[in-house]
C-alpha cells in the first residue's frame, strides 16, 4: 500500500507541526521557496519566482491548494506584479495540485508543462489521484500507528527523526485530501517538446525536455545569465527519487546533459538549494550503478524478483542515509524497491 500510495508523490510537511517554507533570495528578482519539513514519505515542492520587468514566472505549484495559497501570499509580500506563467516541471501531484490557486489569483495566467503532460495527466496522473485519495487515510491510519506504538514501518523502534517526519507526512496527506478529490486537473496551455525561451523578460528563461528522468515528461529551466538551474525532481535530497514512473537509464543520461550546462546554483524539486553541482553528481553515480546491476542480472536471465535479490546499493544507502533508520526507509522505498523495477523494465535499445 505504501509503494502505491507515494510512489508517484513527493508530500508536504506541518500546522502544529508548522513546517512551510523559507524564501531565498538567489539573484536579482529570483527567490525560492525552499520548504522546511524535514525528509519522509511525502513531500512539498519548492517553488521558483523569477520577476520579471511586467510580471512573474512561478515555477512549479505545491501539494495541496492551502499550500499554494501560503505561496502566493509570499510573493504579494515581494511584488504586486501579476504572475504570467507558472511552469509546472512535471505532472506529479506535489508539483500541480496547487495551480488552481494561481488560476483563480491571475485568470489570464498560462501553465507551460512538457507535451506528454497532458495524456500523463489524464491517464497515470489520474489514476495516481484516484489511489492516493482512496488510500490516503489508511496511510495517514498506519502513521499515527507507528507513532503511538512506537514501532517503525521497518518494524524498528520510531525514532524521534521517524516521529517528527510522521507528523509532517499526515499533516501534508490530510491537507492533500481535504481539496484534491475536487479540484479539476488543469493541463499546459503551452506545451513544450523540446525547449522553449521565454525572450520577453529582462533575461532568457530556457525551459528544457532533456529526455526521460524521473518522469517521462520532465522539464527543466536554466538562466544562463545566473547559470541557475532549476531541476525539478532531477535532483532530490536527501534521496533521490526514482520511483515507478522513473526510467533510471535516460535519467543518467539527462542528467549528464543537465550537469554540461556548468550550473553555478541547483534548485533542487526538494531540498535546498545547492552551490555546487556535488550532490547531482552523487544522484548520477547511483543511476549508473543501478542501471549497470539491473543490466548484469538481465544479461544473466535473472528475472526481476531474482534481481531485487542480487542488486547490491547498500554502499549507496550507507553514503544517502547513513544511519538514519528514517532515510534508509525512504531509501528502501524509492531508490531500491521502486528504481530497480524502474530500471529492469525499462526499454533498451540494445
Ligand atoms: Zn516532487
Keep these: 500500500m505504501w509503494r502505491i500510495m507515494f510512489c508517484c508523490f513527493c508530500g508536504l510537511l506541518s500546522g502544529a507541526v508548522a513546517a512551510g517554507f523559507t524564501v531565498h533570495k538567489l539573484a536579482d528578482g529570483i527567490y525560492a521557496t525552499e520548504r522546511n ?23 512549479d505549484s505545491n501539494i495541496s491548494p492551502d499550500s499554494s495559497r501560503e505561496v502566493l501570499a509570499a510573493l504579494r509580500k515581494l511584488t504586486n506584479k501579476p504572475v504570467r506563467y507558472v511552469i509546472n516541471t512535471h505532472w506529479h501531484e506535489d508539483h500541480i495540485l496547487g ?70 507526512d499526515i499533516f501534508l496527506v490530510e491537507r492533500y485530501l481535504n481539496e484534491a478529490g475536487s479540484l479539476p486537473i488543469i493541463y499546459p496551455d503551452l506545451e513544450v517538446d ?10 532568457p528563461i530556457e525551459i528544457r525536455f532533456l529526455g526521460a528522468a524521473h518522469t517521462r515528461s520532465d522539464l527543466i529551466v536554466w538562466l544562463p545569465s545566473e547559470k541557475l538551474l532549476i531541476a525539478g525532481d532531477l535532483v532530490v535530497w536527501p534521496i533521490p527519487l526514482i520511483g515507478s514512473t522513473s526510467y533510471p537509464r535516460a535519467y543518467a543520461q539527462s542528467l549528464r546533459e543537465m550537469l554540461a550546462l556548468q550550473p553555478e546554483m541547483i534548485v533542487p524539486g526538494h531540498g535546498p538549494v545547492f552551490r555546487d553541482t556535488e550532490y547531482s553528481q552523487k544522484i548520477l553515480a547511483l543511476l549508473d550503478n543501478l542501471c549497470a546491476q539491473v543490466q548484469a542480472a538481465k544479461q544473466k ?28 526507509l525512504i531509501f528502501s522505498m524509492y531508490v531500491q524497491g521502486s528504481g530497480i523495477p524502474a530500471a529492469y523494465n525499462e526499454p533498451t535499445a540494445d
Design 99 to 168: 495551480n488552481s490557486v494561481w488560476r483563480e489569483a491571475y485568470p489570464d495566467v498560462q501553465f507551460i508543462g512538457h507535451v506528454q503532460t497532458h495524456q500523463d495527466l489524464s491517464t497515470t496522473g489520474a489514476t495516481n489521484r484516484k489511489g492516493l485519495l482512496e488510500n490516503g487515510a489508511g496511510g495517514v491510519a498506519s502513521l499515527r500507528q507507528a507513532i503511538s506504538s512506537g514501532k517503525g514501518l521497518a518494524g524498528n523502534p520510531v525514532t524521534e527523526e521517524e516521529r517528527r517526519s510522521h507528523e509532517s
Design 37 to 59: 519539513e524535514p525528509p519522509g514519505l511525502m513531500f512539498d515542492a519548492n517553488n521558483v519566482f523569477i520577476i520579471n520587468e511586467q510580471d512573474v514566472v512561478v515555477v
Design 301 to 328: 536471465g535473472e528475472t526481476l524478483e531474482q534481481a531485487k535479490e542480487s542488486v547490491d546499493l547498500s554502499a549507496f544507502r550507507q553514503q544517502f542515509a547513513g544511519d538514519s533508520a528514517l532515510l534508509k
Design 194 to 203: 523540446s525547449r522553449l525561451v521565454l525572450t520577453d523578460s529582462k533575461r
